[in-house]
């Protein structure tokens, strides 16, 4: 059984529409994003009477590369991989959204990323 870390982090150094996902390299996920890339992340502000969602869609990357892997890692993820950055299990699943659609109530609106940039 291999561990697993979800913890979603905005990578600051590139367009608001790349998003980092820390997870294990020998996965099931990694395999099918590898064959077929596409993927999408959905957010969900369920707030009391204020149901908001947004569908991000686009194409996702497994780097297992040093540098992204160091610019993302945090204390406590040792845990998980105890080989540290370099451990062979852990990489970043690098998400880059296309398109995006947003609804809140009865609106629903899709946009292209460069739209909302």
Known sequence: MSSCV?????????????YAFIKNVVTRR????????KACVYYVDDTKDK?????????????TDHETKAM???DGF???????VD?????V????????NY??????MTLQIDEVE
């Open 6 to 18: 979800c913890v979603v982090i905005p990578n600051l150094t590139r367009a608001v529409c790349s």
């Open 30 to 37: 990694g395999a099918q994003f590898r064959a077929n890339p």
């Open 51 to 63: 149901y908001k969602g947004a569908l991000f869609t686009g194409t996702i990357e497994v780097c």
């Open 72 to 74: 993302l890692w945090r």
């Open 78 to 84: 040792e845990m998980y991989y105890p080989k540290g």
């Open 87 to 91: 451990d062979p299990d852990y990489c």
């Open 93 to 100: 699943y690098r998400f880059t959204a296309q398109s995006v």
């Open 103 to 108: 609804y809140h109530g009865l609106a629903n």
